[in-house]
Structures are given as structure tokens and as C-alpha cells.
């Protein structure tokens, strides 16, 4: 009778400290993934930011090249008008 008082003494302390290990672990990769979640989120945001920033800079040379575009056609009107003899 005493030697299984030992052993399940022994076993009760064995699962205690599998238990309190597996809880750490368990708040440990919680921490972890929280961590991981709030520089996703940061990343997240950077590339938003960096996404709206080259649509801005895109849109403006689109004005651009709309803007030489139409300039382009006023000259080469005002040119075939200077070309054109007697005017």
C-alpha cells in the first residue's frame, strides 16, 4: 500500500508539472502571436499607406501626360495653321 501512496504521489507531482508547463507554453505562444498580430497590422498599414502613394504619384503622371497630350495637339494645330500658305 505504501509503495502506490509513492507512485501516485509521484505521478500526481509529474502531471502538476506537465500541466504548469503546458499552461507557460500556452501563454508564451499567446504573447508570441499577439506580438506577430500587431506587426502584421503594422506591415498592413505601411503597405496601405505605400499603395495609396503610388496610386497619388500614377494619377498626377497620368495629368501629366494627359496635359503634354493636349498640348501637343493645340501646337500641331497651330502649326498646320502657320504651314498652310496665305495665312
Given at each position: ?12 507531482v ?25 506587426r ?48
Open positions: 500500500m505504501m509503495k502506490e501512496k509513492n507512485w501516485l504521489t509521484w505521478l500526481t509529474l502531471a502538476l508539472v506537465v500541466g504548469f508547463a503546458a499552461m507557460g507554453a500556452s501563454v508564451w505562444l499567446s504573447a508570441q502571436a499577439a506580438k506577430q498580430t500587431q502584421n497590422s503594422q506591415l498592413a498599414g505601411q503597405l496601405y499607406q505605400a499603395s495609396r502613394t503610388k496610386s497619388q504619384e500614377a494619377s498626377s503622371i497620368k495629368k501629366r501626360l494627359d496635359k503634354l497630350a493636349s498640348d501637343n495637339s493645340s501646337l500641331k494645330k497651330k502649326n498646320s495653321r502657320l504651314a498652310k500658305p496665305g495665312t
